[in-house]
C-alpha cells in the first residue's frame, strides 16, 4: 500500500502528486473510501488566511454552487502489481480510529507492506534532484533502499499522523517506510520537478514499469522558468548559486535557511 496525504508533509505537493501519478499511470480503479466526517476541523477560529487552511472549498457561478469539496479519503487498487493506493488529507481528530480504518482494509486485503510519500522543505536548490530521506518501522527494513540514494531521517520535533501511524505498524504485523523528498523551500506552488524524481524512485522501489517521462518534460519546464526569474535578480542568483555549491558538496549551510524570508521581503515568488 501506498500513502499520500495533504497537509503536513505534501510541500510542492509532491505526496499528493506522486501517488496522483501513480493512480493514473497504473490506472488504479477506486476501491473504497473513509467516511470523513468526523476526522476534520472544518471551521476553525483566527484570521480569514488561517481559517481557509480548513474549510471546504466551494464554487460559485453566477450566484449558482457548481462545484463543493470536503475532505475526501479513497482507496485504488492496481490489480495487476497488487498495489493499493491511498489519496486524502492528514486527520486533525481521531488519529486511532483513522488510522484503525486504513489497518483494517489492508488486513482485508493481506498488506505486509506500508509506503508514505512526502515532502519537507529544504536547503536544496530548484536545479538539483531532491535529497531523499526515511523512516521506517523496523531497522530491518533499512537494507531494502541501498540501492537507492536514500538517507536515515534524525529528527526532533511536532509529529505527523504518518509517525503516528508508523510506530503502530509493528503491533498490527505490518511493515512501513515513510520516503520524504526535501525540496526547495522558496518555490511555491507544485513542483514537478520534485513530483517527477519521486515518482521515478517508487517505481524503482515497487518495480513499476511506468514512463515518466511526461513529468520529468514538465519538470524541466518548470525548471527553465524559475531559472528565467532568478537570473533577474542578482542577488538571488548568487544565493543559489551558493545554494548548488553546497548540495554539490554535501554541506548543509543553515545561514541559508533564511532565503524564503528574503525572498518574500524582496517581493519575488517562485512558482
Known sequence: ??????????????????????????????????????????????????????????????????????????????????????????????????????????????????????????????????RLFSSVSDAGLKGMFEPFPVRFSNYEGPASFVTYLTRLCPERGISMAALMAEIPAYVQGRNMRCIAAMARQMAGILKLKINVDDLRILGDRLEERLNEVVQQHPELAQRIRKLEEDYDKDVFDTQMGDLKEWMEQQGIRLD
Open 1 to 130: 500500500m501506498v500513502l499520500g496525504f495533504s497537509g503536513w508533509m505534501d510541500g510542492g505537493e509532491v505526496s499528493t502528486g506522486t501517488v496522483e501519478t501513480l493512480v493514473g499511470k497504473l490506472r488504479a480503479r477506486p476501491l473504497a473510501e473513509i467516511d470523513s466526517e468526523d476526522f476534520y476541523i472544518l471551521s476553525f477560529p483566527g484570521s480569514m488566511e488561517l481559517s481557509s487552511l480548513f474549510r471546504p472549498r466551494a464554487k460559485i457561478e453566477d450566484g449558482l454552487i457548481t462545484d463543493y469539496r470536503g475532505p475526501k479519503d479513497t482507496f485504488f487498487y492496481s490489480k495487476a502489481n497488487n498495489l493499493i493506493l491511498f489519496l486524502g488529507r492528514e486527520p486533525n481528530l481521531r488519529w486511532s480510529e483513522f488510522a484503525e480504518c486504513i489497518f483494517s482494509l489492508a488486513s482485508r486485503f493481506g498488506v505486509s507492506m506500508i509506503y508514505f510519500i512526502g515532502s519537507v522543505a529544504g536547503l536544496v536548490p530548484h536545479t538539483r534532484e531532491p
